[in-house]
Nanobody
């Protein structure tokens, strides 16, 4: 099994910054990709950003130019640097990882963190 532990959420004023971290541990042979989703009250969960182990990244249009995702393969940790935060970024942010737990696995397994609250408010 694999566990994802998130940290870094909190309350910040509009225009401020936060950095989210998510560390994966457990039965990890290799990581396919890691990323962040978010869910605001009354809305569906949406994909925010992903990063592959090789470094390729994806961002939803609403965060391009403000958020930066990175991965430390040695630490099995993904980071999301969030700058110029807006009220509409308020949500619970969930870490997601697709991980191969053995060299014989043909498809990665999907894992979720417990979520961390990000609140942008003055």
């Amino acid at each position: 099994q694999v566990q994802l532990v998130e940290s870094g959420g909190g309350l910040v004023q509009p225009g401020g910054s936060l950095r989210l971290s998510c560390a994966a541990s457990g039965s990890i042979f290799s990581i396919n990709d890691m990323g962040w989703y978010r869910q605001a009250p009354g809305k569906e969960r949406e994909l925010v950003s992903t990063v592959a182990s090789g470094g390729n990244t994806y961002y939803v249009d609403s965060v391009k130019g403000r958020f930066t995702i990175s991965i430390d393969n040695a630490k099995n940790t993904v980071y999301l640097q969030m700058n110029s935060l807006k009220a509409e970024d308020t949500a619970v942010y969930y870490c997601n990882a697709r991980i191969y737990s053995s060299p014989y696995a043909t498809i990665p397994s999907n894992y979720w963190g417990q979520g961390t609250q990000v609140t942008v408010s003055s």
